[in-house]
Antibody
Framework: QVQLQESGPGLVKPSETLSLTCTVS????????WSWIRQPAGKKLEWIGR???????NYNPSLRSRVSMSLDTSKNQISLKVQSMTAADTAVYYCVRGPFPPAMSFESWGQGILVTVSS | QSALTQPASVSGSPGQSITISCTGTNSDVGTYILVSWYQQHSGQAPKLLIYEGNKRPSGVSDRFSGSKSGNTASLTISGLQAEDEADYYCCSYAGSSTWVFGGGTKLTVL
């Protein structure tokens, strides 16, 4: 069974860039879509974007100008960068497998990493 | 791209059935069958319950079922159990390779 583990800084200063990594074990990242989803404390889930193993990306229109995703198949890792972080970006960030045809659902989730934006 | 609308909370007694609604628009729920539902227990990551509107992944109890009518999708939980107490989120494909979630519903088992 595939396992996803997010890693990165738990604290980021306002205006800085957040960099997170998701390490996948128990399976290859090849031939799948991988997403990042975030959840502010007590609030709803928000899809950030997804990346395919070819490097093709799709982003949430509301975040597109600040977000980029990449992957390293040799390390079985997916990465997320969010520029110009503000307090509104404070959230638990999840790495997720999916969505891909035909189900187009988010089928496997990492445990999440809490990122706090504060000076 | 607006969030899907879910009731903030629902409740039911053990053994009863409850239904959680998820209302979208003609740009998402109304056009696509690609609605999924997720269960999130406190402090845990979400878990996929339903995909493509009414299909269950292997291992998910058949007490959970999904349906859709027009712009509204629904999740029904039958035979409520204490372990069902959690937050539930719907999600829909919204076109142009984007996805939108609902605001979440807190289920309390009385």
């Amino acid at each position: 069974q595939v396992q996803l583990q997010e890693s990165g800084p738990g604290l980021v200063k306002p205006s800085e860039t957040l960099s997170l990594t998701c390490t996948v074990s128990g399976g290859s990242i090849s031939n799948y879509y991988w997403s990042w989803i975030r959840q502010p404390a007590g609030k709803k889930l928000e899809w950030i974007g997804r990346i395919y193993t070819t490097g093709t990306t799709n982003y949430n229109p509301s975040l597109r100008s600040r977000v980029s995703m990449s992957l390293d198949t040799s390390k079985n890792q997916i990465s997320l960068k969010v520029q110009s972080m503000t307090a509104a970006d404070t959230a638990v960030y999840y790495c997720v497998r999916g969505p891909f045809p035909p189900a187009m659902s988010f089928e496997s989730w990492g445990q999440g990493i809490l990122v706090t934006v504060s000076s | 791209q607006s969030a899907l609308t879910q009731p903030a909370s629902v409740s039911g007694s053990p053994g009863q059935s409850i239904t959680i609604s998820c209302t979208g628009t003609n740009s998402d729920v109304g056009t696509y069958i690609l609605v999924s539902w997720y269960q999130q227990h406190s402090g845990q990551a979400p878990k996929l319950l339903i995909y493509e509107g009414n299909k269950r992944p292997s291992g998910v109890s058949d007490r959970f079922s999904g349906s859709k009518s027009g712009n509204t999708a629904s999740l029904t939980i039958s035979g409520l159990q204490a372990e069902d107490e959690a937050d539930y989120y719907c999600c829909s494909y919204a076109g142009s390779s984007t996805w939108v979630f609902g605001g979440g519903t807190k289920l309390t088992v009385l």
